[in-house]
């Protein structure tokens, strides 16, 4: 069972079908105000990096990168599929965003994710990643917890 990460349109199945995965998942966790997830059309824009993680030939996670347009990205939209979970794609997933990062001249990564995971924060803590106060147009949120890694 091979695992591959590469840059993908987010527009097929096997990735809405995580999206789906995903709103369900955050909508169950944190009221409307505090989801902050773009979507598809938001995935497709220019400047927005999206990564597919596959086992052989299935879908089983995606990330993007969004570029701020100030030398920073913000990582959106990672989730991997429950069945995928405990074969380390997260880590994979953010290793591949940071070389994205690399690759295309940001300075920094950040990142919004909720208090209510804690196994999300404890993989972004062990990549590197350090507190940070709200940035671009994110308000402070008790349910937020915003990071960053600079890379520079």
Known sequence: MPL???LEPPRQPGVIRLLEMSDIYMAALYPAESNHLLDLSQLEKPGV??????RDAEIVGCAS???AGDGTAEIKRMFV?????????????MEALEQLGRDNNIK???????????EAIGLYRACGYNEI????????????????????
Do not use: N, W
């Not at 599929?81 to 997933?93: F, S």
């Open 65 to 67: 990168l969004v570029e």
């Open 133 to 152: 106060a709200p940035f671009g147009d994110y308000k402070p949120d008790p349910l937020s917890l915003f990071m960053e890694k600079r890379l520079d």
């Open 81 to 93: 599929d429950p069945e995928a979970r405990g074969l380390k794609l997260g880590k994979r997933l």
């Open 108 to 118: 920094a990564i950040r990142l919004e994710t909720g208090i209510s995971q804690p």
């Open 4 to 6: 591959q990460i590469s």
């Open 49 to 54: 990096h999206f990564l597919v993680a596959r």
